[in-house]
T-cell receptor, first 114, second 112 residues
Framework: DAGVTQSPTHLIKTRGQQVTLRCSPKSGHDTVSWYQQALGQGPQFIFQYYEEEERQRGNFPDRFSGHQFPNYSSELNVNALLLGDSALYLC?????????????FGPGTRLLVL | GNSVTQMEGPVTLSEEAFLTINCTYTATGYPSLFWYVQYPGEGLQLLLKATKADDKGSNKGFEATYRKETTSFHLEKGSVQVSDSAVYFCALSAPGGFKTIFGAGTRLFVKA
């Protein structure tokens, strides 16, 4: 059983560009959350998707948007990239409504903005 | 708002030493508490959890007890190994909440 997978593993962009990150949840999971982990910091919640809708959002600007597909996979889009967007982006999947106890994390996508 | 505070690192220990990483939290109600571990170049792995006061979570020799009276969830291990070298994150999720709130992480180095 594959766990949570993310692509790409690494990405380099320049300021002002746009980026799309992808996540496939663990088999049987229907909820996907995205986190940003800056260097030396703990992960910060960006948003969560359930039933193809954004269920909750953290303190991130509208430049950060997402999508969930019918097969539960998800994308994170960031527009107008800033240097401060450089971070490890983690996807986590879980099952059901508000259940944080069975949350599994992917290996992350490391984004560098130059 | 809800938050997690954990001791700053890095923590450097010799193999077989006793480990304590302190974690305190601020939250309304009764949150669930977690310890996650992040090995170099990898994502987060759930190490242990506790969902109500006085619960003890344990896994791989690590333990933490949910202390409501002191709002703490300290991580302990009686004898660390070199392979325990990693970053450890204390975290909470509020009742009915959708997100997990993490501390800043504590890096542990274990020397042979």
């Amino acid at each position: 059983d594959a766990g949570v997978t993310q692509s790409p593993t690494h990405l380099i962009k320049t300021r002002g560009q746009q980026v799309t990150l992808r996540c496939s949840p663990k088999s049987g999971h229907d909820t996907v959350s995205w986190y940003q982990q800056a260097l030396g910091q703990g992960p910060q919640f960006i948003f969560q998707y359930y039933e193809e809708e954004e269920r909750q959002r953290g303190n991130f600007p509208d430049r950060f948007s997402g999508h969930q597909f019918p097969n539960y996979s998800s994308e994170l889009n960031v527009n107008a990239l800033l240097l401060g967007d450089s971070a490890l982006y983690l996807c986590a999947s879980s099952y059901g409504f508000g259940d944080q106890e069975t949350q599994y994390f992917g290996p992350g996508t490391r984004l560098l903005v130059l | 708002g809800n938050s997690v505070t954990q001791m700053e690192g890095p923590v450097t220990l010799s193999e077989e030493a006793f480990l304590t990483i302190n974690c305190t939290y601020t939250a309304t109600g009764y949150p669930s508490l977690f310890w996650y571990v992040q090995y170099p170049g990898e994502g987060l792995q759930l190490l242990l959890k506790a969902t109500k006061a006085d619960d003890k979570g344990s896994n791989k020799g690590f333990e933490a007890t949910y202390r409501k009276e002191t709002t703490s969830f300290h991580l302990e291990k009686g004898s660390v190994q070199v392979s325990d070298s990693a970053v450890y994150f204390c975290a909470l999720s509020a009742p009915g909440g959708f997100k997990t709130i993490f501390g800043a992480g504590t890096r542990l180095f274990v020397k042979a």
